[in-house]
């Protein structure tokens, strides 16, 4: 069993050094997935959701030797209203991000349409669906 704690830790601490930075800007490409390493001189990370996630699924996994996946979604834009696509990490039952402070879990989340689950390496032939016609096929469950 996953500790609370440690998930709350981590997810604070990369709150704090944490700017968003969309992969046009940092990359020059329109979407990257790789695991971002903070600026050597500030400390800070910058990449976007799925640069967030990908660097808490990295320090859980290397520090903690705690397993977790990625889980991609889509949320309503406080901006503009409508779906944008964004990733978060699923650790048993827990779900953590860069938009919320809080680990959360799915029915927290009435809104958001879940769409596919890593497995927990994160390889590209280790995706499964969540959705079908935006109905939950099944809960994202270690």
Known sequence: MVSYEI????????H???????????????????V?????????????CDGFALYLWDRLRTVHGIKSRLIICEVISSRTGKYIGHAVIHCEGYLL????????????????KWHSISDYNITP?????LTWDNKPIQQPND
Do not use: C
């Not at 998930?7 to 990369?14: P, V, Y």
């Not at 704090?16 to 790789?34: A, G, L, M, S």
């Not at 971002?36 to 976007?48: I, N, Y």
């Open 125 to 129: 032939g280790g995706w499964r669906d």
């Open 36 to 48: 971002p390493k903070p600026d050597p001189e500030t400390g800070l990370v910058h990449d976007d």
């Open 16 to 34: 704090q050094i944490f700017v968003y930075t969309k992969d046009r800007e940092n990359y020059q490409v329109r979407d990257d997935w790789r």
């Open 97 to 112: 991000d860069n938009i919320s402070e809080d680990i959360f879990s799915k029915s927290e989340r009435p809104s958001w």
């Open 7 to 14: 998930l709350d830790k981590e997810l604070q601490a990369l």
